[in-house]
Each structure stands twice: as structure tokens, then as C-alpha cells.
């Protein structure tokens, strides 16, 4: 099963997610954003963040933690490769994720990602399987 | 926008430039050797930060003088020696909105803002020297100073990080004060409050503190353009004499006075992808342009123009002082990498005669003249509307993108 694609949008750039569990398809929707903004598999998971994250529903709590790990490697130059969603509920999110410090000898920034947003926001699930839609704005 | 013009370049070197919510241009007579034009691209490129986690190391911001750049814009640049308190006249508000707040700018956006403060960023921002290459009005070119083959410098940029932060902490509030106010909402991005509510007048004075980190962050890039000049030209500012044309935002919400249904009434305009485009004689039209009315810079391409209009009463009476604020695009930015596959756009650019110096490849390949609409086509539509009035059009020679 394929984690993400990218969809068409005018300015930005649109993506389709998808997971066997809501716990995946939250690791997989890590994956896109960091696959989006450089070259994942030149990524190694030398260090480790944790995130404890809350919010009023779950499509604001995928925003959120997209947001975060974006936030993150913008002020403290930090590219994930793993992501492990301990717990969801509606309301919070607790995960960990591993990756590196930006190394320009090493990785390559494919996409400057300005900021997650709430357009077109979407989580479904249809027998089983997850599916999210995110648009970044670029 | 921004844009600046420099006006007695020794012999064939004449500048302008300009900048809005994030860019500036400046130009120089059309004889700049190509010699010249490639080490003016480079030194542009290694003066003014472009593409991701790019910083100068000769600039660094405490909280304390961040806070000061939110509150004060552009003249906390020109305060601190970026610029002149001459460009101050020609920038929208003076280059500070009034009743910013940066208390209310979380400690995220501090920390986003703090390193980014005179960079460029990625995806549509740039540098672009370019050319007058046709001026249809020439009156009011000659009032600014404009004629045929002049070399300009547009910058777009605006206020990085620290904006988005703004956007984003905003958002998280509007959506519990929509459902405080029971607005319904189509899309969650269109979060809301009523203007005149707390949430509202504090999104207000948050943007402000936006705004004015983006006239300041146009201010500073401004300055190291006209460094980069002198440098590259080995000439001095006095011979140089790059003035600021104007710089104009084209991603803002204001508080303006307009007649709605014959009365005169304050009403909140919020430009997003448009300028503003005040006619001759309004009271936010600095002095000596008076006459001509507000400069509006209309970015196209990379590899196509650039366009300088002024702005209408039309404009005033139909799109409440508006025009248009670019090219738009016409591709996705997957459908351009599709386009751009087995091509080189450097190579294709250099073929006609403009130089490109990219921090990225992907955003040279997004970003190439093919994916954006004809931007001729578009000014002519607004110019025919009424609401702007062409004045002249400019040529790429040299662009740095982040």
C-alpha cells in the first residue's frame, strides 16, 4: 500500500494519504510532509523527537502534528524519517519520530513548504482503510 | 513589492526598483555587459539569503529588537543603516501599519522570524534585474524618473515564517470564535471572526506586526541590492543614486475609507493576490506622485515581463482601490515538473539572454515562464477595466530565485 501521492493544485500542492489504521495513516502523513520537503530515504533516524499534541477534532490534531514536524525542521533544521503514533483519540495525538539534522552535503530540499493548511481538510474511512487529504501551501 | 530607481549611473547606468509584499526590482540601461550582468546575479546571490534555512551570519535579532522591527517596519531597517529615510516615502503606510501588537506574536513565530529576517524564501519570491523595453505612458514615466532601456530591480518577498506562524496560531483561534459567532464555514481556512470583536481587532494588530516584519525584511534586501551594485559596478551611492520607486503589499487586510452606496464608510479591504491601486490626488499617495497616482509593480515571469502601472478612480469606484498583483499561474506545480522533464530551463533562460541563479532545481522547474499566464494578457484586461493604467513594461535580464 502506497502512503501518499501528490494531487494536483494551481499554487500549491495537494496531498492524498492513506493508512490500514488512523495510527497509520498519521505516520504516513509525517512521511509525506518531510518526503515532500526533501529526499526521505537519504534521511537517517540518528535522533529522536516527542510530541504530545491536542486539539478539538482529528483533522486539526493531522494539521497539528504536519505543522509541527514542519515547524520543527524550520527552526531547528531537524528531517524526520520515522514516525511512531503511540495513541490517537480525537482530541490528542502522543508519537515520537526519528530523523537527522539538515546536511546540505547529504539531502536536497525538494519543496519549501510554508505552512500546512486547513483547505479542502479531509478524513475518511471506508472499510478499514484511511484516507486524508492536506493541501500545503508552497 | 518594492521598487527602486537609481537615477545617474555613469554613463549608460540608469536604476529603478520596486517591491510589494515581498518583492523589489531595480534596472539599469539596457548596455550592462553580460560580463557585468553575471557577477551582478552572483553577488546578489551570495548577498541576499535565498531558498530554505539560508540566513546572513552578520544579522542577528535578540526578542527584544524583533519585537522592535514588528512594531516599527521599515524604520527600524533604515534606523539600524538599511536604507535611507528617502524610501520611507515610498512605501505603503510609510512601511508600518499602526496598532501592531507583538505581544500578541506567539514565542513560535519569534522563533521563526528571528533567523529569517533579510531573506528571500522559496517558491514565487525573487530578485529580478530586468530592462524598460516599452513605455506606453510617458508622461507619467517621466515623473518617475522612467524612460526607455533603463535598467530596474524588483524584490518580492514578505514576511517568511514569522507570517505563516501568524496565519497559523490565528486560524487555531478563528475556528472556536466562528463557532463562538456561529458562522458557518465552507472551508476551515475561511475561519472567521466579526471585525470589530476581540478575536478580530487582535488578528488585526497580529497581521500588523507582519506587515511590518515583511517592510523591513524588503528594506534590509533592498539595501544589500543596492550594495551589490556598488560592489559589482565599483561605483558609489552617490553616482548609483537607486531609488526606492515604490513598495506596495499584494497579501494584506486594512481598515480604508471608501463610498459604498454614495456614503463615505470605513471598511475593511483585505487584498489577497491583489494591490493596491490608488488614483492621482488620494491622501495615501506620497507627494510627488500625487500627480500620477500610486505605483502598482505587476511581476510576470521570469521569462517573459514585468509591468509598472498607476492607479485609477475607476479603481476606487468599482474594486474598492484594487487591481491585479501578478501573472497568475496557469500550471500545477506537478503539471510544470511534467512539462519540465528532459529540459533545461537555465540553459533555455540563458538562450534568451536572462541569467538564473537558483538555490533549488524543483523550484526553477515550478517556477518556469511556461507554468504562469501571459502576463501581458492580464495587464491589458485590468488596463482596459480601467482599474490601472499602463505606464511601462520590463524585460528579465537576471534573476535569483530561492
Redesign the interface.
Known amino acids: 500500500m502506497k502512503k501518499y501521492e501528490q494531487t494536483d493544485h494551481t499554487a500549491d500542492i495537494g496531498l492524498k494519504i492513506f493508512g490500514n489504521s488512523l495510527l497509520d495513516l498519521f505516520a504516513n502523513a509525517g512521511y509525506a510532509l518531510c518526503d515532500t520537503l526533501t529526499d526521505i530515504s537519504k534521511v537517517s533516524p540518528c535522533t529522536k523527537q516527542t510530541f504530545c499534541l491536542q486539539r478539538d477534532s482529528t483533522e486539526e490534531l493531522l494539521v497539528e502534528w504536519m505543522g509541527d514536524l514542519l515547524y520543527i525542521f524550520e527552526t531547528e533544521g531537524l528531517l524526520f524519517n520515522r514516525f511512531n503514533i503511540k495513541s490517537i483519540n480525537k482530541n490528542s495525538l502522543s508519537a515520537e519520530a526519528e530523523g537527522e539534522f539538515f546536511n546540505s552535503a547529504i539531502h536536497t530540499i525538494k519543496n519549501g513548504v510554508k505552512a500546512v493548511t486547513y483547505h479542502k481538510l479531509k478524513i475518511e474511512e471506508k472499510n478499514g482503510l484511511w484516507q486524508a487529504e492536506v493541501v500545503l501551501d508552497i | 513589492m518594492t521598487w527602486m530607481k537609481a537615477s545617474s549611473l555613469p554613463e549608460e547606468l540608469d536604476t529603478i526598483s520596486t517591491a510589494g509584499s515581498g518583492s523589489l526590482k531595480q534596472a539599469f540601461k539596457r548596455k550592462i555587459s553580460q560580463k557585468h550582468l553575471k557577477a551582478l546575479v552572483s553577488g546578489l546571490f551570495f548577498n541576499i539569503p535565498s531558498?530554505?534555512?539560508s540566513k546572513r551570519k552578520d544579522l542577528k535579532l535578540s526578542n527584544k529588537e524583533l519585537e522592535k522591527v514588528l512594531e516599527h517596519g521599515a524604520s527600524w531597517a533604515v534606523k539600524n543603516g538599511f536604507g535611507s529615510q528617502n524610501d520611507i516615502l515610498h512605501i505603503e503606510d510609510n512601511g508600518k501599519i499602526e496598532k501592531a501588537d507583538p505581544s500578541l506574536v506567539s514565542e513560535?513565530a519569534y522563533?521563526?522570524g528571528q533567523p529569517q529576517l533579510g531573506t528571500l524564501?522559496?517558491?514565487n519570491h525573487f530578485v529580478e534585474i530586468a530592462y524598460i523595453d516599452e513605455i506606453y505612458d510617458e508622461n507619467t514615466a517621466a515623473q518617475l524618473g522612467l524612460k526607455q532601456g533603463q535598467i530596474t530591480v524588483s524584490v518580492h518577498t514578505g514576511s517568511r515564517?514569522l507570517g505563516?506562524?501568524v496565519?497559523?496560531d490565528s486560524?487555531?483561534k478563528m475556528?472556536?470564535a466562528a463557532q463562538k459567532y456561529n458562522i458557518s464555514l465552507p472551508?476551515?481556512?475561511l475561519?472567521c471572526a466579526p471585525i470589530n470583536s476581540k478575536e478580530g481587532q487582535n488578528y488585526l494588530a497580529a497581521m500588523a506586526c507582519a506587515a511590518n516584519y515583511a517592510f523591513a525584511n524588503r528594506q534590509i534586501i533592498g539595501h544589500w541590492v543596492r550594495e551589490t551594485f556598488e560592489q559589482v559596478l565599483a561605483a558609489n551611492p552617490r553616482d548609483l543614486k537607486m531609488e526606492l520607486i515604490y513598495d506596495v503589499c499584494h497579501n494584506i487586510a486594512k481598515i480604508e475609507e471608501h463610498t459604498v452606496e454614495g456614503k463615505k464608510r470605513k471598511v475593511c479591504v483585505h487584498r489577497k493576490g491583489a494591490t493596491r491601486a490608488f488614483p492621482p490626488d488620494h491622501s495615501q499617495v506620497p507627494d510627488d506622485y500625487k500627480k500620477i497616482g500610486q505605483p502598482i509593480l505587476i511581476p510576470g515571469d521570469m521569462g517573459r515581463y514585468s509591468h509598472l502601472l498607476t492607479g485609477t478612480e475607476k479603481a476606487m469606484d468599482e474594486t474598492f482601490g484594487s487591481t491585479c498583483h501578478g501573472a497568475g499561474?496557469l500550471m500545477?506545480?506537478?503539471?510544470a515538473k511534467k512539462a519540465a522533464k528532459g529540459r533545461a530551463i537555465y540553459r533555455e533562460l540563458e538562450d534568451k539572454g536572462i541569467i538564473v541563479k537558483a538555490?533549488?532545481r524543483?523550484?526553477l522547474v515550478?517556477e518556469m515562464p511556461d507554468a504562469y499566464k501571459d502576463v501581458n494578457m492580464v495587464v491589458d484586461v485590468v488596463a482596459k477595466a480601467g482599474i490601472a493604467k499602463k505606464v511601462a513594461r520590463m524585460k528579465p535580464l537576471g534573476v535569483i530565485k530561492?
Request: some cysteine.
Open positions: 531558498g530554505i534555512g513560535k522563533k521563526r524564501g522559496s517558491g515564517g505563516y506562524q496565519c497559523d486560524i487555531k475556528l472556536k472551508d476551515r481556512q475561519c499561474r500545477s506545480r506537478k503539471q538555490a533549488g524543483t523550484t515550478e530561492g
